[in-house]
């Protein structure tokens, strides 16, 4: 996607698994409390283990309830009672379809809104009564074989014309364009605020301005919808973004001066991402741990990519900028359905302490799947919910991203997460922008590059699982930053074309890889918070992104060398992260620290042998059991080392990062934390 939009965003069921809670009271003698740890890996591992699960409730009969705090029941434990992909996670699965327009509309929009055609010279009122070939030959001096954009001669034309001449004097004296400029709508087929405004030759960068005006907006609008959501609940903050868009957006319609649009574009930035993501991340909190690749996959590569291959044909055939922006936002109006078809967070709720209304809307899905749930179940989860809370409460120590910085290895990771992030941001935002300087057709060649997200995040959903991150995510990096240069050494047309839309293909694997990446390696303790700050350096990135495609304007080649060489750095850092598929993620900042310690460049996780399917040994012992079964590993470690283990941290200090992605909805979820 969006960017990540998108962004885009693949989500790996296997992170679903985190940490379980500590249980007290349980097993052994020493008495050390315990936390079940569970591996990153694939589907397989994420099946919920029923049969374990009724022996603990049956035990719970057996002692009268008295046992509860040794087992306690979380969301992904309920869904698959209530139903993992019923009717109405269904329902809730189409009702993703506008706002995944909403999303690519809002990214987009932008680039269709200030096309300028390449063709276009100075206006001389004097001349008009020529056509277009004896205008320019009598008006403009030619460069390089091409008529010069910005400089007309000097000379009296109604002279000129009744001395009869019809070509221009190469000696006359030149001067920039007084009177306005004229363009060919040939190929571009309807003015753009662009064009009436007259943003080019001197001011030709004010396009490039206004769209890094729009990602500041994206940063502030983050943060502030993120606020709103932890304060106000999900759905709130849903359609407070939409609206801000709805309005910003139909208001720059009637923008007249360049100030007016980029204010207006700044507020529509803080609907980006959340217009869609909050909706997202509320359809996959309902949806069971099984179906959650699917749902959150499809919905990007079906629905956000169909929205953005859709929208440069709405541009076109509408032909018109002020109702293309009118008709690219009014349909977020929609939004204020939403309390109508889509529940409030149940997580949220617990997080707030209302339990009850969360078991309420557990419950109506229950209803609507056709299922039957016994009220002693819910009773267990309630009870959990409040002690799992009460717990959160009480732990909860005060972590910051600054303590990712306090040792050498987690410094080392996170800087290189910063950076890398910040390359595929700026990499994917830069091919986004790329195709206007491709030599084709701008409609068809956006058309085409956005499609590209569709075979990417299908290749991406059986792949990733067997091949592991690091690796994948370096050699699509590189791929993208070779083929970025590649398509620099053609002749600009098809062929280059075909090259930097390669390139944007594989920048679509990277992107989705890493933001969950960067949620798996970092230790729960801080990852909400990190991963938004490294989602904002993102944003940073991707409001250089704009300047970067501005090159283009000195060499059309110069946009795709300087990403085609990100592209390649980016992926060569990738092979210093550790990989984190079947690998315990870590918990505590000194889990962090030793993360990856003793992995090598070259370990590859399908070559790695596999645990066989009929050692399932379990081990008991004070402190420490393994169980292992098929592709699921579980390990037990006491409290002596966890040491200083807590919840994930707060929403509040998430605020931007968690918004972006599911995946960091589920790291912030530890087992034993029940905040969304």
């Not at 993703?96 to 999303?103: K, L």
Request: negative net charge; contains cysteine; proline residues 4%.
């Amino acid at each position: 996607m969006e960017g990540q939009a998108k962004q885009a965003y693949f989500v790996n069921e296997a992170y679903n698994h985190e940490e379980t809670p500590p249980t007290h009271g349980g097993g052994g003698a020493s008495g050390h409390d315990t936390v079940h740890r569970r591996k990153s890996g694939n589907s397989k591992e994420l099946q919920l283990d029923m049969h374990g699960y009724q022996q603990n409730k049956k035990g719970n009969n057996m002692n009268n309830n008295n046992n509860n705090n040794s087992s306690n029941m979380d969301f992904d434990d309920i869904l698959p009672l209530i139903g993992e992909f019923g009717l109405y996670q269904k329902f809730l699965f189409i009702c993703m379809i506008p706002f995944s327009f909403f999303v690519a509309f809002v990214y987009f929009s932008q680039i269709f809104l200030t096309l300028i055609p390449e063709q276009h010279w100075c206006h001389v009122p004097e001349l008009d009564g020529l056509d277009v070939e004896a205008r320019l030959a009598l008006s403009i001096p030619m460069i390089n074989g091409e008529y010069n954009n910005c400089y007309m001669y000097d000379v009296n034309y109604t002279e000129v014309l009744a001395q009869g001449k019809v070509m221009a004097d190469p000696k006359w004296p030149q001067i920039k364009c007084r009177n306005g400029w004229s363009y060919n709508y040939t190929e571009i087929p309807y003015s753009t605020v662009a064009t009436e405004q007259n943003w080019v030759c001197d001011n030709a960068a004010l396009p490039t301005y206004a769209q890094s005006i729009f990602f500041l907006g994206a940063i502030v609008g983050g943060l502030l919808f993120g606020w709103v959501a932890d304060r106000f609940g999900r759905v709130p903050a849903l359609i407070g973004c939409n609206m801000m868009g709805l309005v910003a957006g139909v208001g720059t319609a009637f923008v007249s001066n360049f100030w007016q649009f980029a204010t207006m574009r700044f507020f529509v930035g803080f609907a980006f991402d959340n217009c869609f993501t909050m909706m997202y991340i509320l359809v996959l909190e309902y949806v069971g741990p099984k179906y959650r690749t699917f749902v959150a996959n499809m919905s990007i590569a079906i629905f956000f990519t169909g929205a953005a291959c859709l929208l440069p044909w709405i541009a076109y055939y509408v032909a018109d900028w002020k109702l293309l922006t009118i008709i690219t936002s009014a349909p977020l109006f929609l939004a204020i359905l939403t309390p109508c078809i889509v529940p409030e967070s149940a997580r949220w709720l617990v997080s707030q302490g209302q339990v009850d209304k969360a078991i309420g809307i557990l419950k109506r899905l229950e209803k609507r799947n056709g299922r039957s749930v016994p009220e002693q179940t819910y009773q267990h989860f309630g009870d959990s919910c409040r002690r799992m809370r009460d717990q959160e409460m009480a732990q909860n120590a005060s972590y910051s991203v600054l303590d990712l910085f306090k040792s050498p290895r987690l410094r080392r990771t996170t800087l290189l997460l910063i950076v890398i992030w910040m390359a595929i941001s700026l990499v994917f935002d830069g091919h986004v922008r790329n195709v206007g300087s491709l030599g084709l057709d701008i409609f068809f060649t956006f058309t085409v590059a956005s499609f590209t997200e569709l075979p990417a995040d299908t290749l991406l959903t059986f792949t990733l699982d067997r091949f592991g991150r690091r690796w994948l995510a370096c050699g699509s990096m590189v791929a993208s930053g070779i083929f970025s240069l590649l398509a620099t050494v053609v002749p600009v047309g098809v062929y280059s074309a075909a090259l930097a839309i390669m390139g944007r293909f594989f920048v679509n694997i990277s992107y989705n890889i890493g933001l969950q990446w960067a949620a798996e390696v970092l230790p729960t303790v801080v990852r909400a918070q990190a991963v938004a700050f490294i989602h904002i350096m993102g944003y940073v990135a991707s409001i250089i992104a704009p300047f970067v495609v501005y090159l283009a304007n000195i060499s059309t080649a110069l946009p795709l060398i300087i990403l085609g060489l990100l592209g390649v750095l980016g992926g060569i850092l990738c092979l210093l992260l550790p990989e984190t598929l079947h690998h315990d993620l870590p918990q505590t900042l000194s889990d962090g620290e030793e993360f990856g310690r003793g992995q090598s460049i070259w370990d590859f996780p399908c070559l790695a042998k596999q645990i066989d399917d009929d050692d399932d040994d379990v081990h008991h012992d004070d402190d420490k059991r393994n169980v292992k079964g098929d592709h699921d590993v579980e390990e037990v470690r006491s409290t002596a080392f966890v040491r200083g283990t807590q919840t994930g941290a707060s929403l509040t200090a998430s605020t931007r990062g968690e918004l972006r992605s599911s995946i960091l909805r589920r790291s912030v979820q530890s087992r034993h934390s029940t905040k969304l």
